[in-house]
């Protein structure tokens, strides 16, 4: 039982590219979300989505685009890096809104030059 | 906006009881209270959560004020390896929103040998 997968592990960009975070899961729940975490601060949400084909914005959606075309995949998008999206990427999904735990990758380090 | 206070940090010695508080005065007769930590370099992991009674696990106890506007998670017996950043949030069962998602700053607990 694999839980939540996050690929890459490690990412340097240079400002300007794009690339596309991934995150799968592989126990069927609803909702998936996106958070980016500072040293020393805690998490921030991206974006999030309650089921294939809904998507929303969180507290910090600025720079990033979402899809969720799947139940499995939450790919979350940089359109163009810049060095304030330096950062851990964590992908979370849980089976519903309050009464069952959050699940988390193991995050992406993104480091954008 | 994270719906729950916690202390920055806390520190306790090894082998003795931790009682981390949360406060969460605005919560609703729905919502979930969730406690997860996050040990260095690694994503946050699901510690426990209730809704109105008291909870156990083999990970901690959970212990939830009457009014439930407060609550405290006790970890029985700290080791090193419990020296972690623990995140309180509140999570809704019928609600909308990303509210259920954000969280705060939580509690840098340092555990003394």
């Known amino acids: 039982n694999a839980g939540v997968t996050q690929t890459p592990k490690f990412q340097v960009l240079k400002t300007g590219q794009s690339m596309t975070l991934q995150c799968a899961q592989d126990m069927n729940h609803e909702y998936m979300s996106w958070y980016r975490q500072d040293p020393g601060m805690g998490l921030r949400l991206i974006h999030y989505?309650?089921?294939?084909?809904?998507?929303d914005q969180g507290e910090v959606p600025n720079g990033y685009n979402v899809s969720r075309s799947t139940t499995e995949d939450f790919p979350l998008r940089l359109l163009s890096a810049a060095p304030s999206q330096t950062s851990v990427y964590f992908c979370a999904s849980t089976a519903d809104r309050g009464n069952s735990p959050l699940h988390f990758g193991n995050g992406t380090r993104l480091t954008v030059t | 906006d994270a719906k729950t206070t916690q202390p920055n940090s806390m520190e306790s010695n090894e082998e003795e009881p931790v009682h981390l508080p949360c406060n969460h005065s605005?919560?609703?007769?729905?919502?979930?209270i969730h406690w997860y930590r996050q040990l260095p370099s690694q994503g946050p992991e699901y510690v426990i959560h209730?809704?109105?009674s008291n909870v156990n696990n083999r990970m901690a106890s959970l212990a939830i004020a009457e009014d439930r506007k407060s609550s405290t998670l006790i970890l029985h017996r700290a080791t090193l390896r419990d020296a972690a950043v623990y995140y309180c949030i509140l999570r809704w069962y019928s609600g909308g929103g990303a509210d259920g998602l954000t969280f705060g700053k939580g509690t840098h607990l340092i555990i003394q040998p």
């Open positions: 605005t919560i609703s007769g729905t919502d979930y």
């Open positions: 989505s309650v089921g294939a084909g809904i998507t």
């Open positions: 209730g809704l109105t």
